[in-house]
Nanobody, 125 residues
Framework: QVQLVESGGGLVQAGGSLRLSCAAS????????MGWFRQAPGKEREFVSA????????YYADSVKGRFTISRDNAKNTVYLQMNSLKPEDTAVYYC??????????????????WGQGTQVTVSS
């Protein structure tokens, strides 16, 4: 059984920061990519960032590049998303997910097979 539990969401003013955490438990994650996605009301769930659990290689959507940083703590089985310079358009429910690939990074949510319950991020203008 795989469990992903996100935390760290909340309400912040534009220009502020938040750090999201995703605690993973269950089957091993060391061979896979972990990703963050977000979904705003009325919109499709979109890719935000991903990290190779073993390699530490990172990838970002253009919309967050330079503002968000993904990282992982292997000892704690936790993935983080540090979000700086937040904008109102970053408002969404943020989900972490485990990819079914350890070789390639995918931005397509269909390539992720385990998901957390999501955490709400609201950025006020």
């Amino acid at each position: 059984q795989v469990q992903l539990v996100e935390s760290g969401g909340g309400l912040v003013q534009a220009g502020g920061s938040l750090r999201l955490s995703c605690a993973a438990s269950g089957r091993t994650f060391s061979s896979y990519y972990m990703g963050w996605f977000r979904q705003a009301p009325g919109k499709e769930r979109e890719f935000v960032s991903a990290i190779g659990w073993r390699t530490g290689n990172t990838y970002y959507a253009d919309s967050v590049k330079g503002r968000f940083t993904i990282s992982r703590d292997n000892a704690k089985n936790t993935v983080y998303l540090q979000m700086n310079s937040l904008k109102p358009e970053d408002t969404a429910v943020y989900y972490c997910a485990r990819s079914n690939s350890g070789t390639y990074v995918y931005t397509d949510r269909r390539r992720y097979d385990y998901w957390g319950q999501g955490t709400q991020v609201t950025v006020s203008s």
